[in-house]
Protein backbone atom coordinates (compact mmCIF):
# COMPACT_ATOMS: atom_id res chain seq x y z
CA UNK A 1 0.00 0.00 0.00
CA UNK A 2 1.49 2.95 -0.91
CA UNK A 3 0.19 6.17 1.64
CA UNK A 4 -1.18 9.27 -0.12
CA UNK A 5 0.88 12.57 1.01
CA UNK A 6 1.31 16.02 -0.48
CA UNK A 7 3.67 17.54 -2.69
CA UNK A 8 7.03 17.83 -1.09
CA UNK A 9 7.08 14.89 1.09
CA UNK A 10 8.46 11.72 0.82
CA UNK A 11 6.12 8.49 -0.36
CA UNK A 12 6.10 5.24 2.47
CA UNK A 13 5.56 1.90 1.24
CA UNK A 14 3.93 0.11 3.62
CA UNK A 15 3.96 -3.07 2.05
CA UNK A 16 4.92 -6.08 4.17
CA UNK A 17 8.49 -7.39 3.80
CA UNK A 18 8.84 -11.38 3.06
CA UNK A 19 11.22 -13.28 5.51
CA UNK A 20 14.73 -13.94 4.10
CA UNK A 21 14.59 -18.17 4.04
CA UNK A 22 17.33 -20.33 3.07
CA UNK A 23 15.34 -23.36 1.74
CA UNK A 24 18.43 -26.13 1.33
CA UNK A 25 20.82 -25.57 4.17
CA UNK A 26 22.56 -29.02 4.84
CA UNK A 27 23.54 -29.89 8.33
CA UNK A 28 25.84 -32.89 8.81
CA UNK A 29 26.97 -35.82 11.43
CA UNK A 30 30.34 -35.34 12.87
CA UNK A 31 30.64 -39.34 12.84
CA UNK A 32 27.48 -42.27 12.59
CA UNK A 33 28.17 -42.48 16.28
CA UNK A 34 26.34 -39.37 17.43
CA UNK A 35 23.29 -41.38 16.56
CA UNK A 36 24.41 -43.84 19.44
CA UNK A 37 22.36 -41.84 22.23
CA UNK A 38 19.05 -42.52 19.92
CA UNK A 39 19.74 -46.31 18.71
CA UNK A 40 18.49 -49.09 21.17
CA UNK A 41 20.22 -52.59 20.75
CA UNK A 42 21.02 -54.39 18.73
CA UNK A 43 21.05 -51.32 16.48
CA UNK A 44 23.72 -49.36 19.04
CA UNK A 45 26.03 -52.10 19.05
CA UNK A 46 26.43 -52.14 15.24
CA UNK A 47 27.26 -48.25 15.68
CA UNK A 48 29.14 -48.29 18.47
CA UNK A 49 31.13 -51.33 17.23
CA UNK A 50 34.71 -50.14 15.60
CA UNK A 51 34.03 -52.84 12.86
CA UNK A 52 34.48 -50.91 9.90
CA UNK A 53 31.56 -49.41 9.26
CA UNK A 54 31.05 -46.14 8.07
CA UNK A 55 27.97 -45.69 7.87
CA UNK A 56 25.23 -45.46 4.55
CA UNK A 57 26.51 -45.17 1.23
CA UNK A 58 26.74 -42.50 -0.43
CA UNK A 59 27.62 -40.88 -3.77
CA UNK A 60 30.39 -38.97 -2.73
CA UNK A 61 30.68 -36.70 -5.37
CA UNK A 62 26.74 -35.44 -4.59
CA UNK A 63 27.29 -34.56 -0.79
CA UNK A 64 29.20 -31.17 0.53
CA UNK A 65 32.17 -32.12 1.53
CA UNK A 66 35.47 -29.58 1.65
CA UNK A 67 37.56 -31.03 -1.52
CA UNK A 68 34.15 -30.64 -3.59
CA UNK A 69 30.80 -28.94 -3.31
CA UNK A 70 31.10 -27.00 0.11
CA UNK A 71 32.25 -23.66 0.75
CA UNK A 72 35.82 -24.03 1.94
CA UNK A 73 35.39 -21.58 4.45
CA UNK A 74 32.59 -24.18 5.91
CA UNK A 75 35.40 -26.49 7.32
CA UNK A 76 36.48 -26.56 11.16
CA UNK A 77 39.29 -26.35 12.74
CA UNK A 78 39.23 -30.14 13.36
CA UNK A 79 38.71 -31.17 9.78
CA UNK A 80 35.14 -32.43 10.62
CA UNK A 81 33.05 -32.52 7.96
CA UNK A 82 31.47 -29.08 6.70
CA UNK A 83 27.84 -28.38 8.21
CA UNK A 84 28.75 -30.13 11.21
CA UNK A 85 28.84 -27.38 12.88
CA UNK A 86 25.86 -25.30 14.57
CA UNK A 87 27.83 -22.37 15.09
CA UNK A 88 29.72 -21.80 12.33
CA UNK A 89 26.54 -22.29 10.58
CA UNK A 90 25.01 -19.80 12.66
CA UNK A 91 27.90 -16.91 12.25
CA UNK A 92 28.41 -17.73 8.56
CA UNK A 93 24.66 -18.05 7.01
CA UNK A 94 21.89 -17.29 9.65
CA UNK A 95 24.04 -13.95 11.54
CA UNK A 96 25.79 -12.76 8.34
CA UNK A 97 22.62 -12.73 5.73
CA UNK A 98 19.99 -12.17 7.65
CA UNK A 99 18.70 -15.41 6.94
CA UNK A 100 15.32 -15.59 9.49
CA UNK A 101 14.51 -19.17 8.59
CA UNK A 102 16.48 -21.57 7.53
CA UNK A 103 15.06 -24.91 6.12
CA UNK A 104 17.39 -28.06 7.06
CA UNK A 105 17.97 -30.66 4.23
CA UNK A 106 19.83 -33.64 5.45
CA UNK A 107 22.01 -35.46 3.24
CA UNK A 108 22.11 -38.76 5.47
CA UNK A 109 19.71 -41.49 3.23
CA UNK A 110 19.04 -44.58 5.01
CA UNK A 111 17.30 -45.33 2.23
CA UNK A 112 20.76 -45.78 -0.12
CA UNK A 113 21.48 -49.05 2.38
CA UNK A 114 21.34 -51.88 0.61
CA UNK A 115 20.41 -54.30 3.47
CA UNK A 116 18.40 -54.66 6.87
CA UNK A 117 15.42 -52.39 6.31
CA UNK A 118 14.81 -52.54 9.93
CA UNK A 119 18.67 -51.21 10.84
CA UNK A 120 18.21 -48.44 7.85
CA UNK A 121 14.34 -47.81 9.72
CA UNK A 122 16.01 -47.34 12.89
CA UNK A 123 18.68 -44.96 11.83
CA UNK A 124 16.34 -42.73 10.45
CA UNK A 125 14.43 -42.39 13.72
CA UNK A 126 18.02 -41.63 15.68
CA UNK A 127 18.87 -39.37 13.06
CA UNK A 128 15.51 -37.18 13.91
CA UNK A 129 15.75 -37.35 17.60
CA UNK A 130 19.57 -36.19 17.02
CA UNK A 131 17.99 -33.69 14.46
CA UNK A 132 15.13 -31.95 17.25
CA UNK A 133 18.04 -31.98 20.06
CA UNK A 134 20.91 -30.91 18.31
CA UNK A 135 19.87 -28.56 15.61
CA UNK A 136 15.97 -27.61 15.60
CA UNK A 137 16.11 -27.18 19.57
CA UNK A 138 19.25 -25.04 19.48
CA UNK A 139 17.72 -21.63 17.12
CA UNK A 140 13.87 -20.52 16.70
CA UNK A 141 15.09 -19.73 12.96
CA UNK A 142 15.36 -23.47 11.62
CA UNK A 143 13.31 -26.01 10.32
CA UNK A 144 14.01 -29.70 9.97
CA UNK A 145 12.97 -32.47 7.25
CA UNK A 146 12.16 -35.88 8.18
CA UNK A 147 14.56 -38.62 7.45
CA UNK A 148 13.10 -41.79 6.20
CA UNK A 149 14.05 -45.06 5.32
CA UNK A 150 11.87 -45.43 2.15
CA UNK A 151 12.69 -49.31 1.85
CA UNK A 152 10.70 -49.90 4.69
CA UNK A 153 7.24 -47.64 3.90
CA UNK A 154 5.23 -48.53 6.50
CA UNK A 155 7.95 -48.07 8.89
CA UNK A 156 8.80 -44.57 7.34
CA UNK A 157 4.73 -43.64 7.30
CA UNK A 158 5.28 -44.12 11.46
CA UNK A 159 8.25 -42.07 11.71
CA UNK A 160 6.62 -39.23 9.65
CA UNK A 161 3.67 -39.57 12.11
CA UNK A 162 6.10 -39.76 15.37
CA UNK A 163 7.70 -36.43 14.33
CA UNK A 164 5.92 -34.91 11.77
CA UNK A 165 3.69 -33.26 14.20
CA UNK A 166 6.23 -30.56 15.62
CA UNK A 167 5.61 -27.30 13.68
CA UNK A 168 9.33 -27.28 13.24
CA UNK A 169 9.42 -30.05 10.82
CA UNK A 170 8.03 -29.06 7.06
CA UNK A 171 8.80 -31.81 4.94
CA UNK A 172 10.10 -35.14 4.35
CA UNK A 173 13.29 -35.63 2.46
CA UNK A 174 14.31 -38.33 0.12
CA UNK A 175 17.13 -38.60 -2.00
CA UNK A 176 16.94 -37.31 -5.79
CA UNK A 177 19.21 -40.28 -6.81
CA UNK A 178 17.61 -43.54 -6.00
CA UNK A 179 18.34 -47.58 -6.74
CA UNK A 180 14.25 -47.39 -7.57
CA UNK A 181 11.37 -45.57 -8.39
CA UNK A 182 9.73 -43.44 -6.10
CA UNK A 183 6.15 -43.58 -8.11
CA UNK A 184 5.57 -47.30 -7.53
CA UNK A 185 2.51 -47.92 -5.14
CA UNK A 186 4.98 -49.73 -2.46
CA UNK A 187 5.98 -46.34 -1.51
CA UNK A 188 2.39 -44.88 -0.96
CA UNK A 189 2.26 -45.28 2.16
CA UNK A 190 4.85 -42.53 2.80
CA UNK A 191 3.67 -40.03 0.33
CA UNK A 192 0.06 -40.26 2.49
CA UNK A 193 1.64 -40.14 6.02
CA UNK A 194 2.99 -36.97 4.76
CA UNK A 195 -0.09 -35.75 3.31
CA UNK A 196 -1.77 -36.80 6.63
CA UNK A 197 0.86 -34.55 8.30
CA UNK A 198 0.85 -31.61 6.25
CA UNK A 199 4.13 -31.89 5.00
CA UNK A 200 5.49 -31.40 1.53
CA UNK A 201 8.10 -34.50 0.12
CA UNK A 202 11.35 -33.14 -1.17
CA UNK A 203 13.89 -34.53 -3.11
CA UNK A 204 17.72 -33.59 -2.71
Do not use: C
Request: aromatic fraction near 10%; glycine fraction near 6%; charge should be negative.
Amino acid sequence: MVESVERGTRVSHLAERAPVVDMDVHEELRSVRELAPYLDEPWRGRVEVADGWKGVDRFPYSYPQISGVAMAEAATDDEAPAGSSYELMREQLLDAYGVELAVLVSAFHPTDMRAQPEFATALASAYNDWLLENWLGRDERLRGSVTVAAQDPWGAAREIDRVGYDPRIVQVILPASSRDVFARSFYHPIFEAAVRNGLVVAFH
